[in-house]
């Protein structure tokens, strides 16, 4: 019976003890996870905090660049050198490419549904130039110029579509 008596005054100090333990493990476990996720939450936060910036940048230079590869602008600025029709529209889509390949690293800012709809508009742009080019009822880039602006009137421009895109995106920001 000594030994019994021992055995269990050994467990009601023990068991107690056991459970306590456990009790303040599972605290400290839990406080550790919570520590550690606010820890997460305010680099994520700081990070944002950072890249907010460089995202809003880069829409700005998107726009900047749907802008200068708006037909209308672009026919403004780059004149025809000759009166070839077809050297014209390669003058055109070569400043579209370069004012492409300017801005290809903005991508890794925008989304993927917004760089497509990018693209799609400077597809678009040069697909306009290049119909009018080959069309038979322009004669030459002076022609042609005039051709792709009435198209412009009666059409809205690929690239005008793509920045009113981003501005409703660039609003959901806020």
Known sequence: MMIEDK???????????????????????????????????ELLRENQKQALPIRFQAYERIVLFLERINPTQLIIRVEPIGSSKSDYASLLIQHIQSEFEHNLTQQIYLNTKTWDIVLKAKNSTIHLIRKNALSQDVADAFKMREAIMIELTETEAPSNIAIHYLKDEFKSFF
């Open 7 to 41: 055995l269990l005054e050994i467990a009601a100090y023990t068991i107690p003890a056991l459970i306590t333990g456990g009790v303040v493990f599972i605290m400290i476990q839990k406080n550790y996870s919570n520590e550690e996720s606010k820890r997460k939450f």
